[in-house]
């Protein structure tokens, strides 16, 4: 249902910076997320940084955590 108010959406992500420490990981990413709004209603653009933890378990890495910070927005 969140994505109906939106006629398109489009996600640049990168890059992203690894650390693996043992059976623990952390990654940072930056993400770019533009949305156009249904009806030609205009664009949202999202800046924003992922972050992500991961636990290796029984020999296959999960996601522990993934968390999105807002930097910034703008709306057309």
């Not at 933890?53 to 709306?75: A, Y």
Request: glycine content about 10%; overall charge negative.
């Amino acid at each position: 249902a969140a994505l109906e108010k939106y006629s398109a959406t489009q996600h640049l992500l990168g890059p992203v910076y690894a650390n693996i420490d043992g059976d623990a990981a952390t990654a940072r990413t930056d993400v770019q997320a533009t949305h156009f709004l249904v009806d030609g209603g205009g664009r949202f653009t999202l800046w924003a940084t992922y972050h992500t933890e991961m636990r290796r378990l029984d020999g296959q890495w999960r996601i522990t955590r993934h968390e999105l910070k807002v930097c910034g927005m703008h709306t057309e």
